[in-house]
Structure formats: C-alpha cells, structure tokens
C-alpha cells in the first residue's frame, strides 16, 4: 500500500511538472520509505550519493534472494530513476549492489540515467533495449 502511494505520489509530481523539487534529504526519506513496504521484494541495505569526476552517481545496496534477482534490479533502477527525476541533484549515473540471503558474491549493475530514462520515464525503449543499450553487470 505504501509503495503504490509512494509511486502515485512521484508520478504525480512528474505529471504537474514538479521535477527538481527535492533535496538529498527528500530523496533519501522516499528511497526508505519504498523499501519499507511489505511488498518489497529487496532488503535496502544502504545508499550513497556522491560525485566520480564529472557523473554524479546514485548508488544504492540492496539485498534479496537470488531467484528474484531480475525483479529486485529492475525494481531498484526503477525507483532510482523515479527518484532522480524530481530530485535537485542532477545524478548522470546510477549503481545497484545486489547482495543475497547466503555466501554469493555480490553484483554490481551499473546505468547511465539519461539512457535508463528512456524506458523507466519516457516509455520510449523496451527493456530489452534498455539492458542492451544502458546495462552494465558484474560480480564484484
């Protein structure tokens, strides 16, 4: 429930043209917020906003079973690119960490935002499209 609230609220402010409304700590109280719902299928273990030379990069830690894998990296460059979109940063590029319940090295999945957009915002690219085109995973 909280999640579709959280979801309607953000696609309400894109609708009314709100975007570049919210700070980092906006940002970060949403992003623990959608985390937090029962429906989540990830575990938010931790995120970080900072700046590598010229990108800005959103990056967060989530944990999950490795059979949800898919679902829990789409979910979570979904939320990412949501919460990017009415954010006063201007993030270029987006992390996730995706940690599971046993002893599995980690993996890292990593998006240029104005790409990612394109499917997560914009509706103009399929995800077939977007994970050839916008994609980048590896174990750590």
Known sequence: MIRSCLIFFIT???????????????????????????????ILLGHHFYKKQEDMIF????????????????????????????????????????????NFLPVIAKSNLDCSKNYFINNSHTEAQWRKNCLSIQNK
Do not use: P
């Open 12 to 42: 309400m402010q894109i609708l009314f043209c709100r975007i570049n409304d919210y700070g980092e700590k906006q940002i970060t109280i949403m992003l623990n917020n959608y985390f937090k719902t029962d429906d989540s299928i990830s």
């Open 59 to 102: 990056q967060i830690e989530i944990q999950t079973k490795i059979d949800k894998i898919n679902n829990a990296m789409i979910d979570a460059f979904l939320v990412i690119n949501k919460l990017s979109n009415i954010s006063k940063i201007k993030f270029t590029q987006s992390i996730v960490i995706i940690h599971f319940e046993k």
